[in-house]
């Protein structure tokens, strides 16, 4: 099995941060691409910034405006899950539950041809879990991009116990294809990055919780001293405070409540407040 082919259609399920990235990345890279998502206004919204983002590129002349118009004209809004049916690859990028995805998953099944390939990009949820209900769970894989999508190079293709090897390989290809540097990794808790990265969020909210030092001294401390591009409060409200903790609560179940990935009350309670970072425009710093 080779990449999907370009020109093919490809369904993203979820319009938020995630599935926005990884529907502009796929419009770019000459596919036909049906968001969906069960806020309509997402879709709406996706679309619209995805096309000003093409518009500010063709600007800039880092595209032409005729390209510029024709990748904003692939996008497309799908009104319900049917109107995915010829998706020759549906990527996942809904919320960060189980129930949740295993649901949308059957559901997919019912629409979706016998040979499209579905993908998850869960962050932290088992792919064999995900896959496990389904009839076909050799066609689901985990295909795992970095906020933001179009920026960030990494994408993790993830095996379940029951995923096809070429499956895997189809998925990696395509990634590379849309210029992304994909990594083969297995199925374990948190994968490679978001599990290796735990411990920067935790001893960033353990050191806040022993008041050391306020956020913002603690982000330019790792920023210019530790050479790292972001600090760990600024990294958690680009991320978003209900998918960090959630990742961090999943890893943690994960590995039998191991005290290394104790969730952080301060960022349950930020979650409670619905103070989930710069998309909600406030977490630990304000956005205006
Ligand atoms: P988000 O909250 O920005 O967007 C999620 C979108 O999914 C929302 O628009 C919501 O309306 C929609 N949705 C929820 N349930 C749905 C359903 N059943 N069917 C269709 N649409 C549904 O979240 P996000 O940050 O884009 O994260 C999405 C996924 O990507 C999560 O699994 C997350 O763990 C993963 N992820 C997030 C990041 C990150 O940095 N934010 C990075 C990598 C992976």
Not at 55 to 80: C, E, H, N
Not at 174 to 200: C, D, E, L, M, Q
Not at 225 to 239: C, K, S
Request: aromatic fraction near 8%.
């Amino acid at each position: 099995m080779a990449a999907i082919q370009n020109g093919s259609v490809v369904a993203v399920i979820g319009s938020g941060a995630m599935g926005s990235g990884i529907a502009q990345v796929a419009a770019s890279a000459g596919h036909i691409v049906k968001l969906y998502d069960t806020r309509p206004e997402a879709v709406a919204k996706a679309i619209a910034d995805i096309g000003a983002v093409y518009r500010k590129l063709a600007d800039k002349q880092k595209m032409s405006a005729a390209d510029a118009d024709a990748a904003t004209a692939r996008l497309k809004s799908a009104s319900s899950l049917g109107d995915v049916a010829d998706a020759a690859l549906v990527v996942e990028a809904i919320v960060e539950n189980l129930d949740v995805k295993r649901s949308l998953f059957a559901d997919l099944e019912g629409v979706v041809s016998d040979d499209c390939i579905l993908a998850t990009n869960t962050s932290s949820i088992s792919v064999t879990a995900i896959a496990a209900r389904l009839r076909r769970p050799q066609r689901l894989v985990g295909m795992h991009f970095f906020n933001p999508v179009p920026l960030m190079a990494l994408v993790e293709v993830i095996s379940g116990l029951a995923t096809d090897s070429t499956v895997a390989q189809t998925v990696y290809d395509t990634a590379a294809g849309w210029g992304k540097n994909p990594v083969h990794a297995k199925s374990t808790p948190g994968f490679i990055v978001n599990r290796v990265a735990r411990p920067y969020y935790a001893e960033g909210l353990r050191l806040l919780n022993e008041q050391a030092a306020d956020p913002a001294t603690i982000d330019a401390v790792l920023r210019e001293a530790g050479g790292f591009r972001m600090g760990p409060f600024e990294l958690m409200d680009l991320i978003g405070h209900d998918v960090n903790y959630s990742v961090t609560q999943s890893v943690f179940n994960a590995y039998y409540n191991d005290p290394r990935f104790t969730p952080s009350v301060i960022q349950q309670e930020l979650v409670n407040a619905g103070f989930l970072g710069r998309k909600s425009g406030r977490g630990f710093y304000a956005y205006g």
